[in-house]
């Protein structure tokens, strides 16, 4: 029976659709719910993650580390994660979260820079934490070239490479040339990040995992980034069904979706036309909120503005451009 290894996110990626706002109580009850469900992987920080707490891509109402603290006090089983985006955390900010208690890293860079991610894959592996290489956008490569960033993080000594489709842009014949071609090149398991923009979250995953992944981000209520992430509790469903191992629990995840994390959400995880223009346009899943603000402040249709974020190819860092780009439009 095949092993899948379902990373929550929810505590992650969740955090852009909370406007970074999640509180010690809710973290301690959804890593406590996830713990128990038997999740191995529990990812927590920022949305942009550890140290994005900025006027460019918003402020955290409870600082990062005080919630990993409280994270790190309810796990007992899982390994308790956190995103580092070169340029927006640092080696330093890392070295605080291990000592709290985080265990995996994922360093996550633009699809073309992964480069920039080798000083800190090293000195995670040099300092015992598990490490993964996390491909944004990676929509915007050809399958080959993807294959030579992945080998970048692999020769740095990534334990897998995470391919991201931060837009929710990918049909599944462009996740399965992405993921076949990371399969047949490099010699370390592959994951998958899906944004459901497009209503393709849940089915990219189970091509992605047809392809030979082993890891597939998921969040509790698809709570995250855009129109949000695959639903863990259906992803779980589905490969139970499908006679896949792992290791956790559907009815607990189910009941922790529902009466612990549906509650606070700030509105349902919906597609709604906006968010689905970012999956139309190619344009990165947390630009959803920075849009709606320039859109209200110069008096735009905020599906224009992704449009034109989309022909110019911005990327995720370039947040604080969305205002001089709806500017730029009312000329």
């Known amino acids: 029976m095949r092993k899948i290894k379902i990373v929550d996110t929810t505590l992650r990626d969740g955090s852009h659709a909370m406007g970074h706002s999640f ?16 999740c191995e992987i529990i990812e927590l920080s920022h949305g942009d993650g550890i140290a994005g707490s900025s006027c460019n891509y918003g402020f955290i109402k409870t600082d990062e580390m005080t919630l990993l603290k409280a994270a790190a006090a309810k ?16 080696i330093d900010d890392l070295l605080i979260a291990q000592e709290i208690g985080a265990k995996v890293v994922r360093v996550a860079t633009h699809v073309t820079e992964a480069d920039i991610a080798i000083q800190h894959i090293k000195y995670a592996k040099q300092t015992g934490m598990m490490a993964v290489g996390f491909l944004m956008m990676a ?11 992945a080998k970048v993080m692999v020769d740095a000594g990534a334990d897998y490479i995470n391919l991201a489709d931060s837009a929710g842009y990918m049909m599944p014949d462009d996740v399965r040339a992405r993921i076949s071609a990371l399969k047949a090149s490099i010699d370390v398991p592959i994951g998958f990040h899906a944004h459901n923009n497009l209503s393709m979250a849940v089915a990219n995953s189970l091509v992605a995992i047809d392809e030979g992944a082993d890891y597939i981000d998921a969040t509790c209520r698809g709570l995250g980034a855009g129109a949000g992430n695959a639903q863990h509790e259906v992803l779980l469903a589905i490969l139970n069904r499908q006679g896949c191992e ?22 349902p995880q919906t597609i709604n036309s906006a968010s689905m223009m970012l999956g139309y346009a190619g344009v990165y899943s947390s630009f959803l909120l920075h849009t709606y603000r320039a859109a209200e402040k110069y008096g735009l249709n905020p599906r224009n503005i992704l449009v034109e974020l989309g022909k110019r190819k911005m990327v995720g860092g370039q947040e604080d451009m969305i205002l001089d780009v709806a500017y730029q439009m009312t000329k």
């Open 139 to 149: 929509h915007m490569s050809a399958p080959l070239d993807i294959v030579e960033q």
């Open 23 to 38: 509180s010690i109580d809710q973290v301690e009850k959804i890593v406590e719910g996830l713990d128990k469900a038997g």
């Open 75 to 90: 796990i007992h089983n899982a390994k308790l994660t956190v995103l580092l985006i070169p340029g927006i955390g640092t």
């Open 246 to 267: 792992t290791g956790e629990d559907l009815y607990s995840v189910m009941d922790l979706a529902q009466e612990i994390v549906e509650p606070i959400m700030h509105r």
